[in-house]
């Protein structure tokens, strides 16, 4: 087992990959298909070419405020690509690479950066929950979610995704104590990307590691190079496979960086130094994937350039469905959370539709 030999309350990071693509954990290193690791590196570079494209469309004013991604891939793609079809997944804000490779389709992500309540209309066929944007308030959800399995005798396994700062939050302690007690088949993934928009990591907590609180609840955790899709991968399926056995939770903390702002109405610079995003811009997770997969002949410049020339017709083909998507309407505000209407909701709605006219 992977977590038993790395020790959260010593610092001890897992890794396949070091900084040079090098696999230096051979022991734990996944026997994956060319096809396989194929297909990760394709949806590493879909997700860059989509976050780049929000971000453009952001800057012309056709999509609201967005989260980017970048640095964020193999956090993001390593940890969905363990996961089978029956498992599900909590979101939070920025896990567009996760998305991706569990399999929403990309209109339904720009419609709900654009706006769209619909975009979060998660095909039937897809078991992903919503994007949740106050900060850790899935993870109690998740862990009910994985209290009803358990009752149920449902085999699947749950896999939340927040960030360092939501580890501040009483929610997110709140959730594990009780996954811990219940044995829940969650799996927790704290994407420690050192920042909750300017608020530090040293300032969320005084523990060592983050991976290290899950043993005040009774379960495992452990820290993992989250720039390393291998490692990202392994232990995931590792806590993945637990958790469907009945083994109870496990807390990942993937040890990242989050290269671009907070979302597009942060400015980063004001709060950390050009040294630093330049260190880590050095340790961008496409490129140390890139390096393994040409050591193994599996990369050439044909294949960056076709999976480049593959991601842009994608990812313009769904700017162009979601753009196409008729505005919704004012009154569609009240239609998605209650499935019956309070009074007081109900005489608001009335009230915006006379407002609104015979519209
Ligand atoms: C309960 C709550 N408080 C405050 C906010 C405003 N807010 C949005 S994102 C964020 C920081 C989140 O940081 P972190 O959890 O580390 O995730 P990251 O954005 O770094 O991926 C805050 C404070 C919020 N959305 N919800």
């Given at each position: 087992m992977i977590v038993e030999k790395f020790n959260p309350l010593k610092g001890e990071m897992f890794q396949i990959l070091s900084e040079e693509g090098k696999v230096v954990s051979k022991e734990f290193a996944p026997?994956?298909?060319?096809?396989?690791?194929?297909?990760?590196?394709?949806?590493?570079?879909?997700?860059?070419?989509?976050?780049?494209?929000?971000?453009?469309?952001?800057?012309?004013?056709?999509?609201?405020?967005?989260?980017?991604?970048?640095?964020?891939?193999?956090?993001?793609?390593?940890?969905?690509?363990?996961?089978?079809?029956?498992d599900w997944m909590f979101p939070y804000f920025r896990d567009l690479g996760a998305f991706i490779t569990k399999g929403l389709p990309l209109k339904n992500y720009f419609l709900y950066w654009m706006g769209y309540e619909e975009g979060m209309r998660i095909p039937e066929n897809l078991r992903i929950f919503t994007v949740n944007i106050p900060v850790a308030s899935h993870l109690p959800h998740s862990v009910g979610f994985g209290m009803a399995a358990n009752i149920r005798k449902e085999k699947f396994a749950i896999v939340s995704y927040f960030g360092d700062g939501a580890t501040s939050e009483g929610?997110?302690?709140?959730?594990?104590?009780?996954?811990?007690?219940?044995?829940?088949?969650?799996?927790?993934?704290?994407?420690?990307?050192?920042?909750?928009?300017?608020?530090?990591?040293?300032?969320?907590?005084?523990?060592?590691?983050?991976?290290?609180?899950?043993?005040?609840?009774?379960?495992?955790?452990?820290?993992?190079?989250?720039?390393?899709?291998?490692?990202?991968?392994?232990?995931?399926?590792?806590?993945?496979?637990?958790?469907?056995?009945?083994?109870?939770?496990?807390?990942?903390?993937?040890?990242?960086?989050?290269?671009?702002d907070h979302t597009t109405s942060d400015d980063a610079r004001r709060y950390r130094s050009e040294e630093e995003v330049k260190y880590w811009m050095e340790r961008d997770p496409i490129k140390r994937f890139k390096i393994f997969l040409a050591d193994r002949g599996i990369w050439s410049e044909e294949l960056e350039e076709e999976f480049i020339s593959k991601a842009s017709e994608e990812v313009a083909k769904a700017v162009e469905e979601a753009e196409a998507t008729p505005p919704p309407k004012p009154d569609e505000v009240f239609v998605y959370t209650y499935s019956e209407l309070t009074p007081h909701l109900e005489e608001q709605l009335r009230e915006l539709r006379e407002i609104l006219g015979g519209e």
């Open positions: 026997k994956l298909k060319e096809k396989d690791l194929k297909s990760m590196y394709y949806n590493m570079i879909l997700t860059r070419v989509a976050d780049e494209k929000s971000l453009k469309l952001q800057r012309q004013g056709r999509m609201g405020t967005f989260a980017p991604n970048i640095g964020h891939e193999a956090t993001q793609v390593g940890s969905a690509f363990a996961m089978d079809e029956k929610d997110f302690h709140e959730a594990l104590n009780f996954a811990g007690i219940f044995k829940t088949p969650n799996v927790f993934i704290c994407v420690n990307n050192q920042y909750a928009i300017s608020v530090p990591r040293s300032r969320q907590t005084a523990s060592k590691t983050l991976a290290q609180k899950a043993l005040s609840y009774g379960f495992e955790g452990i820290q993992v190079d989250g720039n390393d899709i291998l490692a990202m991968y392994a232990v995931t399926r590792e806590a993945l496979s637990k958790a469907r056995k009945g083994n109870g939770p496990t807390l990942i903390e993937a040890y990242t960086y989050r290269l671009s």
